[in-house]
């Protein structure tokens, strides 16, 4: 018998306990500021920080790896290589477009950015780098690739993630609404709402009651 009771509060102590450190399944709050070739390209100062489950590679490879063991409040400077962050630079992912091909709305100047649709369908993105008299010279490789990436980090909170988080392998925020592959709704979300309802209708009697006591 108190075998059982022990047991059962383990699991749940698990589940929800805050974890001291980061940790593989911990939802981590980060703020970061990306510096590269020395200067700052992206930074959450001012903004949220943001939000990621150690582990399930929403994150650069390597960021996520010099993230293990950091506590709520720890800063950390961290460097990337190109190979770890968004890859080296593919030569041959440089190619020429005859000018006519590229529709008449696309602006032809150096630095616009434009999807393509490859022959398998797939949208990639693509950056003019060059102009000639015939020819639009395209670049399909990431604005950052081949570059080192500089990351200074503070901790900013850790939670445990819940199970759906863990099965999606992404953070769902309060309000939910940033779930894009969210496909059902299953029976707790009605029961849920039900509840939501009830109170609603609770809290309007409250309100009127206590209206009439003034
Ligand atoms: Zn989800």
Known sequence: MWAGIIYKKEVSMSQTATPSVIVDDVVVSLEYTLTVDGEIVD???????????????????????????????????VTV????????????????????????????????????????GEVLEARIIEITKDNVRLDFNHVLAGKELTFEVTVVDLRAADEEELEHGHVHSEDGDDDEDFEYFDEDDF?????????????EDDSSSNGSKK
Do not use: M
Not at 107 to 118: I, M, Q, S, T, Y
């Open 43 to 77: 930074s959450t100062e001012g903004i949220d920080p943001i939000e990621f489950i150690q582990g399930h590679q929403n994150i650069i490879s390597g960021l996520e790896r010099e993230l293990y063991g950091l506590k709520i409040g720890d800063t950390k400077k």
């Open 81 to 120: 290589n190109a190979a770890d962050a968004y890859g080296e630079i593919d030569p041959e992912a440089v190619v020429d477009v005859p000018r006519e091909e590229i529709p008449s709305e696309i602006p032809l100047k150096v630095g616009v950015e434009l999807d393509v649709k490859n022959e398998d």
């Open 191 to 203: 029961d849920d709402e039900d509840e939501d309802e009830d109170e609603e209708e609770e809290g």
